[in-house]
């Protein structure tokens, strides 16, 4: 199969190789997505049977960066994506879009969490960016959209959640769905072979407190570390953030339905943790 994968960063660049070890053509491009003639001409150049789309503004240093740059947020999570999509519309090519589970914020209407076609309630200009494209991707054929929550990675990287609250001074306990990377480039390229179709949640079963995270990085990793726990309403209050950040439990529901399973949380956290702490000595 030719996969086309516009712009692959941290987590599309490891995409990239896992699709090529399972002998897969693929291109890489990295184009600005919101230019209709650099997209078009990407998918006539190399006429893929397939794209997987990673391109997205996530500000920097953080998401609190597109709370003053929400053109340039919409433009790239909102416009972008459906410029692709209508492109691929027009070829009968199946797409796959990178999109994320913090449109969710706090506790869902089913207890176990909230389901792949639930109506979201995103609040900050990240995340409504993100679910403006997902409202306008449903409606269109042949698309999919994979969610993905907290990447956890078994490389050491500033993007790593575990770099993320192992830097962090004060650190809030609370308790949320999470996505191991391994297990996420598992049910990105199985939704690519299978040409899946609507939104999947690509979210380890089961949930996870930043305490358990911590309690095994200082177990496996550093058993110095040392950090202040604070309560979710403080990184606000503290001026931590500039927005309430997002905080969910999530259902992985549709991916098995098409035969791609994940880990549970608990066994692919320490499993990537042990991977990350051989890692960490080998640097």
């Known amino acids: 199969m030719k996969v086309l994968v516009f712009s692959p960063g941290y987590i599309g660049e490891r995409i990239v190789d896992a699709l090529r070890d399972k002998g897969h053509e693929v291109f890489p491009v990295r184009v600005e997505i919101t230019d209709e003639v650099a997209v078009r001409n990407a998918l006539e150049a190399h006429k893929p049977d397939a794209v997987l789309n990673c391109a997205g503004k996530k500000g ?17 999570n909102t416009i972008g994506p459906l410029l692709i999509a209508q492109a ?13 589970g913090c449109v969710f914020y706090g506790a869902s ?28 991707l449903t409606q269109i054929p042949n698309d ?7 990447p956890i990675d078994d490389r050491p990287d500033p993007r790593n959640l575990i770099n993320k609250l192992a830097n962090y001074k004060k650190v809030i306990n609370v ?27 690509a979210v380890n079963p089961g949930a996870m407190r930043h305490r358990d995270l911590i309690a095994l990085y200082e177990e ?15 990184l606000l209050g503290q001026g931590l953030v500039a927005k309430t950040r997002s905080n969910n439990i999530m259902q992985n529901i549709r991916l098995p339905e098409l035969g791609i399973h994940l880990r549970p949380i608990k066994e692919a956290l320490r499993d990537c943790m042990e991977k990350y702490a051989a890692a960490k000595r080998v640097n």
């Open 60 to 76: 920097t240093p953080n998401v609190d960066w597109c709370e003053t740059h929400q053109i340039e947020t919409m433009r790239s």
């Open 88 to 100: 691929c519309m027009e070829r009968g090519i199946h797409l796959t879009h990178l999109g994320t």
């Open 109 to 136: 209407p089913d207890p176990a969490g909230w389901k792949e076609y639930d109506h979201a309630n995103p609040s900050a200009t990240y995340t409504r960016s993100k679910y403006a494209a997902d409202l306008m």
């Open 144 to 150: 999919a959209i994979v969610r993905l929550r907290m």
């Open 175 to 201: 308790e949320n769905s999470a996505t191991v990377v391994d297990d996420l480039i598992t049910a990105v390229i199985g939704v690519i072979e299978k040409k899946g179709i609507g939104i999947f949640h």
């Open 220 to 234: 496996l990793v550093d058993p110095t570390h040392t950090n202040e726990w604070i309560e979710e309403e403080d």
